[in-house]
């Protein structure tokens, strides 16, 4: 099973595995505080896309699509996949919007395509 929740709200042990998906730190919180148990950086979205992006809710869609894109290619995707074989894995993010974020795309991408061959033919079809 995959959540979803704001580095920011307090950990519980109903989080399972904790896993930050951002790239950089985030400031709003301590390490300590934090309490993450795997921080993957390279699944998250290139600075690149993440720049492009810039939170603008009208790119919302096409970073959806172009982010997919980027996860199909992304080697970190198995390291993920295999720290989520049979646990329960809270994807933690630190985007001020909580609909709109990578790790909502993430984990809809990993209920998707739960294998990589998956991923790959689902990637073809976007393109």
Request: charged content about 30%; aromatic content about 8%.
């Amino acid at each position: 099973m995959i959540q979803v929740k704001h580095i920011c709200e307090p950990a519980l042990k109903a989080d399972g595995f904790r896993v930050l998906v951002d790239r950089a730190w985030p400031q709003a919180i301590s390490r300590y505080d934090a309490q993450i148990d795997h921080w993957l950086k390279e699944v998250a979205p290139s600075a690149d896309l993440r720049r492009w992006f810039g939170q603008l809710p009208e790119r919302w869609d096409e970073f959806r699509r172009r982010y997919r894109l980027e996860l199909a290619d992304n080697t970190a995707v198995e390291e993920l996949r295999s720290l989520i074989q049979g646990r329960l894995i809270t994807l933690l993010y630190s985007a001020r919007d909580s609909q709109r974020n990578n790790a909502m795309i993430l984990a809809r991408y990993l209920r998707d395509n739960p294998t990589a061959e998956t991923a790959k033919r689902q990637a073809r079809r976007v393109r």
